[in-house]
């Protein structure tokens, strides 16, 4: 899919796939608040190098993360197992934005921290037991323009990939996670700093 095809407008778009139910707000912040979001969150957000195990060897993981949920909420991915940390007023104010789209019970946020090209997320859905057979996840991305990339977990021929550009807001719900896969690829490029926030709901 053709970033160009976003660029003019601050509608919500449907991104139209199979067993997918997906919205995109390439224009959910203006550049002045998409600015002051990036530079807070960059300042507030107590950022954290994880190391994950694989096959006897550790490793960084290729970007820093913070996660931030109520009381008494855990969160496992990767082979990681995370507890929140408490919710600060920054956060609070951006997923009462959200909700104001998707009215979701969210419970908390994942945060990663891409410091340049070379930090990436692989092939992954987010299907954790713990998020339910349907999850409403909602991605707000402020900073570099990266890469999205979907692909069906069935019919390897179905994919699609499009720009998270500053201040975007991407919704997946429904059968989006039991059914598709998605990453942000590294790059070679020289890129900036990217954040990425994901609301979502633990149980």
């Known amino acids: 899919m053709n970033a160009d095809?976003?660029?003019d407008s601050e509608s919500c778009h449907v991104i139209d796939l199979q067993g997918a139910d997906i919205l995109f707000y390439p224009n959910f912040f203006d550049d002045e608040e998409a600015d002051y979001?990036?530079?807070?969150?960059l300042r507030q957000l107590e950022w954290t190098q994880h190391?994950?195990?694989l096959y006897g060897k550790e490793y960084d993981v290729p970007r820093l993360s913070a996660w931030y949920a109520d009381q008494g909420k855990s969160y496992g991915y990767s082979g990681l197992r995370c507890a929140g940390l408490p919710?600060?007023?920054l956060l609070k104010t951006l997923m009462s934005r959200v909700n104001a789209l998707c009215s979701a019970p969210f419970n908390s946020v994942l945060a990663n921290r891409y410091r340049n090209g070379a930090d990436g997320v692989g092939w992954h859905a987010d299907d954790e037991p713990e998020l339910g057979s349907e999850p409403v996840i909602a991605s707000l991305s402020f900073g570099q323009h990266r890469c999205f990339q979907l692909k069906h977990k069935t019919h390897k021929s179905l994919?699609?990939?499009f720009i998270?550009?500053?201040g975007s807001l991407l919704i997946m719900q429904g059968k989006t996670q039991a059914n598709w896969l998605h990453q942000i690829p590294k790059s070679s490029k020289a890129m900036?700093?990217?954040i990425n926030l994901t609301f979502r709901h633990v149980s």
Request: aromatic share 18%; proline share 4%; no cysteine.
């Open 51 to 53: 190391r994950i195990r």
């Open 5 to 7: 095809l976003f660029s």
């Open 37 to 41: 979001y990036f530079n807070e969150l």
């Open 192 to 194: 900036q700093e990217r």
């Open 159 to 161: 994919k699609k990939s």
């Open 87 to 89: 919710w600060i007023a």
């Open 164 to 166: 998270l550009p500053h």
